[in-house]
């Protein structure tokens, strides 16, 4: 082999590593130099918007009357019906109000299908403007209708800082801080840089991204924030260029050094 084919050779192989370069890679949610993140103090305020029903939600639905006057004792005898007797509608309610009520699924339309009222539109509403909404829709069949609604598939997505080991946590409590995410999931990985923890949150507009540094003690104000469903919590890992260029190179190093044996043997056996 002449030279100058050796050097062609080495010359492609070295491109063929740069194109598939891996290194640091898995960093995910990259948002560079000058990012312009979302205010943190916008998610401490009152008016912070809260989470609204969308599509493929599953809805957790008790209906009660009287306002809840009854609301621990789940016999048709408590249930009083607007109409004359009521007995059907009665037994309706006690049977939505079974173990904790039935499930009914936000259709991709953003209508749900409820007893009695058939499809209503709750899609873009939050929970208490729902349950509102569907108290006013009951007037016309049970006496002050009290209504409680929760959200059952609600999750977060937690990414704590090391690859291969993100978790999906379902938000049973309506009050879940991030700070209870990460804890129910470990908390921050190894490789983890706790100083850079991004809150990614969908908005009607968008995605809001927030970054908060935990690795302080004034970092605990932004780890008491409540998340929502379907937040990405991601702890940004620490770059590990040593062990990942290493590794990246190794398969490059074993191909120059095949071709040097391969190219000695040419020039000694002419």
Known sequence: MKTPQLVLVLFAASLLFLNGCTINQDILFRTGEGYEFANLDDLATKDAPGYRIAPNDMLSFQLFSNNGERLNQRTAGTMTSQSGGGGQNQQQMMNMNQQGGFTYLVKPDGLVELPELGDIRLEGLTIDEAEGLLED??????????VIIRVTNNRVFVFPGEAGQATVVPLVNMNTTLLEVLAMTGGIARRGNASKV????????????????LSVVDGLDDANMVVQAYDIVYVEPMPQLVRETTESL????????TLTVLWAFVLNNP
């Open 137 to 146: 829709a009951y007037t016309s069949f049970y006496n002050d209708p009290y």
């Open 198 to 213: 991004k809150l990614i949150r969908k908005t009607e507009t968008g995605r809001d991204v927030y970054k908060m540094d």
């Open 250 to 257: 190794t398969p490059i190093t074993s191909l120059i050094s």
